[in-house]
């Protein structure tokens, strides 16, 4: 049998506390103008009635529905994990929440995501690790939702964002390796036609070969799509066409880990028969067998500071430091 019970609204709790609906609202937002004795009682009726704000109504009043949505290609992946964990540490310690959905690695659900979030009328979207293609910025224009890119960027919109350089960061992993003696580096790269992450990768793997006077060989290239299992395939086809290869950067730590496990595979050990650097130094890194030597960017700083920088309307471009944390995964070559 359907329930009658009428839900209860601001006008309920200010009849029984006996005060203006405008002492509620203040009550219910924080602020200032009246006594401890309201304020216990507006409180006490709240918890009588059972009362719950509706957070899209009051922001309509206030303009603000304190939710930020979050586009990622995947939910599943480390990176994922700690970015979200940065973007939910912030978000809450401003009393924000976070929509979280998933654009699948082709992107096919970006477009609809982007409307989902501005019927949702959020305050501003995070857009993570996918090329901002012109569908997507004008939908966004025309939802006049903010947008903070997060590991990644737009060369045609001035759009903020928060990111690495991966050119640069990918140019001192491989230099790493050559500083250790390594001259024969083959590369497990992202996505081939990625923009972002896949090609400035690549940019900095040839980079840094050619400072280093290392013939540039594109059979020392193979693709996956930053994920484990394609991460792991493009290592078996690598190691096929080139088994003198003395080490490979992989342009993630899921692909790395597919290196090394590819490797086990066929009976060669890490470091002593191959070296293998990683990109991101997630908790996969520290948990791979041996190790990972990784570049690490900070993942979850760059998800609180998107969060900040929405919230506070900021709109400039941050290039974060990245580093190169040493393990057990990358050996000397005389």
């Not at 009658?4 to 009849?15: E, G, V």
């Not at 590991?151 to 640069?168: A, F, G, H, L």
Request: net charge negative.
């Amino acid at each position: 049998m359907a329930s009658n019970k009428r839900t209860p609204t601001i006008k309920d709790i200010a009849r029984i506390a006996n005060v203006s609906t405008a002492t509620v609202s203040r009550i219910l937002n924080g602020q200032p103008g009246y006594g401890d004795a309201t304020r216990e009682r507006v409180e006490a009726a709240i918890a009588q009635q059972g009362y719950t704000r509706n957070a899209v109504a009051r922001g309509l009043v206030q303009k603000r529905t304190h939710t930020i949505g979050v586009l990622l290609p995947s939910v599943t992946s480390q990176f994922a994990s700690e970015l979200l964990g940065g973007i939910e540490t912030e978000a809450h310690s401003h009393q924000y929440s976070a929509i979280v959905c998933n654009t699948d690695r082709n992107g096919e659900r970006t477009a609809e995501y982007l409307n989902v979030l501005a019927e949702k009328q959020v305050d501003g979207i995070v857009f993570t690790s996918e090329f901002l293609t012109d569908e997507y910025e004008h939908l966004a224009e025309r939802l006049n939702v903010p947008i903070v890119l997060v590991s990644t960027m737009s060369e045609r919109y001035q759009i903020p964002y928060v990111r690495v350089d991966d050119q640069k960061a990918a140019f001192a992993a491989v230099s790493y390796l050559v500083e250790r003696g390594h001259r024969r580096i083959g590369m497990v790269a992202g996505t081939e036609n990625d923009p972002i992450a896949g090609k400035l990768r690549v940019n900095g793997y040839r980079e840094a070969l050619d400072t280093s006077g290392i013939d540039f060989r594109q059979d020392y290239i193979s693709y996956g799509d930053f994920h484990f299992a394609l991460g792991k395939q493009a290592a078996v086809n690598l190691l096929d066409r080139a088994p003198e290869i003395t080490a490979i950067f992989a342009a993630s730590d899921e692909m790395a880990v597919g290196v090394i496990s590819a490797a086990w595979e066929r009976g060669l050990g890490i470091p002593e028969d191959l070296s293998v650097i990683g990109y991101d130094d997630t908790a996969m890194a520290m948990m791979a067998t041996p190790p990972l030597t990784a570049v690490h960017q900070p993942i979850a700083t760059m998800g609180r500071l998107a969060v900040r920088m929405l919230i506070e309307g900021r709109n400039e471009g941050v290039v974060l430091p990245f580093s190169i944390t040493e393990r057990s995964s990358v050996g000397n070559r005389a």
